[in-house]
């Protein structure tokens, strides 16, 4: 079982958002994780699909966080990028063979469906009590709030000497 | 995000094999679930890699539990079949680009890698809660016991009748 690579870009991205001022051109993004733009652009056109970031046009356009990085959970994120379904999928194995439980009896998942569901529930119940906040906020405290500033300020000075820039890397 | 679907063959297996008084043959299993002997006996032959069951020779051979159904997870299963490794792989995205983390300041996980972590680790609890005896014991008061009395009953006239039958469908 593997989750998607995607995620773990989605969600630098959306901590290094939470440094930015203003919108940041996917090209800076990418350039910043030295990663191909073409890749980066995938997962950030999964965010904006997701509503978590969206493209500001013009000038001083670029991606921005939709709302509160504290409303935002690494759910949301993971979901974004890798989807909603539970690794587990139920194919039913228990209405098969000669003795099969017949529909009409499996009302209720199996037992197999319902402890995979249960673990599926604890690990989402995981991810949704960590927020981008939340994360941004344990860098700060392992780093020192340097590490922060230091992110804002190298976002900034290109939109202020580049002004015309305007690759906000939108969905095609 | 999606796991083995030979996972759901396995624990379908493991539960079966806790009704049998007698070493299950790997087609006899694979003809009860209506599946693919060979694609059943891939899922036969991780659980005997990782000591969950083993094949025993001889005319009345096949495949037995190693220990009590009590002491197998769920989440020993799961991992026979998909490997023990999280689904999150962190790739120190943290080192890469213009404000890089030096390697030696990342000494620890990052805030992202070990919120993956903490939420794999409840997943992995969930499921070692979880006991392929206490799945028996859900279908047995979802169904009530005449589910594994069947299940005894079919299993074995096939030994009784086929005495020379001893493919246990081991690993090549």
Redo the contacts between chains.
């Keep these: 079982?593997?989750?998607?690579?995607g995620?773990?870009?989605a969600?630098?991205c959306c901590?290094v958002l939470t440094a930015a001022r203003q919108p940041v051109p996917a090209a800076r993004l990418a350039?910043?994780?030295?990663?191909s733009g073409s890749y980066l652009a995938k997962q950030l056109q999964n965010l904006a699909r997701a509503g978590i970031i969206h493209a500001v046009q013009g000038h001083a356009g670029g991606y921005a966080l939709t709302r509160d990085p504290a409303e935002i959970t690494?759910l949301d994120v993971v979901e974004a990028v890798?989807?909603p379904?539970p690794?587990?999928?139920?194919?039913e194995?228990?209405q098969?063979?000669?003795?099969?439980?017949p529909p009409e009896?499996c009302i209720?998942p199996?037992?197999?469906h319902?402890?995979?569901t249960?673990?599926?529930?604890?690990?989402?119940?995981?991810?949704r009590a960590?927020t981008i906040a939340?994360?941004?906020q344990?860098?700060t405290d392992?780093?020192g709030p340097q590490?922060f500033a230091?992110?804002r300020e190298?976002l900034l000075p290109l939109r202020e000497a580049e002004p015309g820039e305007g690759d906000v890397g939108q969905p095609a």
Excluded at 96 to 101: E, K, Q, S, W, Y
Excluded at 118 to 127: G, H, I, N
């Design positions: 079982m593997k989750m998607s690579g995620v773990e870009w969600l630098h901590v350039e910043l994780h030295d990663v690494v890798d989807g379904r690794a587990f999928q139920c194919t194995i228990r098969r063979g000669p003795l099969a439980t009896q209720r199996c037992a197999i319902r402890a995979m249960a673990a599926d529930e604890a690990w989402r119940a995981s991810l960590v939340g994360l941004a344990t860098v392992d780093n590490v230091g992110m190298w």
